[in-house]
């Protein structure tokens, strides 16, 4: 179930979807524009739903969103990677 955090914004538990719909808003508010940690999958995901938004309202041309995507898509395969790397480290650990 979403709440309401400390800063008015909405948070939910990991495990539900995060599900984009309503009306558009303005990516600044309090002037600041807030962006997602790029550390894990959620983050790219969060990111890459704000870009496609923007392209959309119009303040990305194509070239600026196929651009953020490419390398969006390139931070979540090196987070893959090294997710896979050190499940197979933990595994190699556990049968020595």
Known sequence: MAKLGTNGEMTTP?????????????AKRGGFTRRPSLGNARGIRR??????????????????????????????????????ERRLCQLEDMTK
């Open 14 to 26: 990991d495990d539900l979807p995060q599900i984009l719909d309503g009306e558009l808003l303005p």
């Open 47 to 84: 990111e890459l739903a704000a870009c496609y938004l923007e392209f959309r309202r119009g303040d990305l041309d194509t070239e600026q969103a196929k651009t953020a995507g490419f390398l969006l898509r390139c931070l979540l395969e090196s987070i893959r990677t090294d997710e896979i």
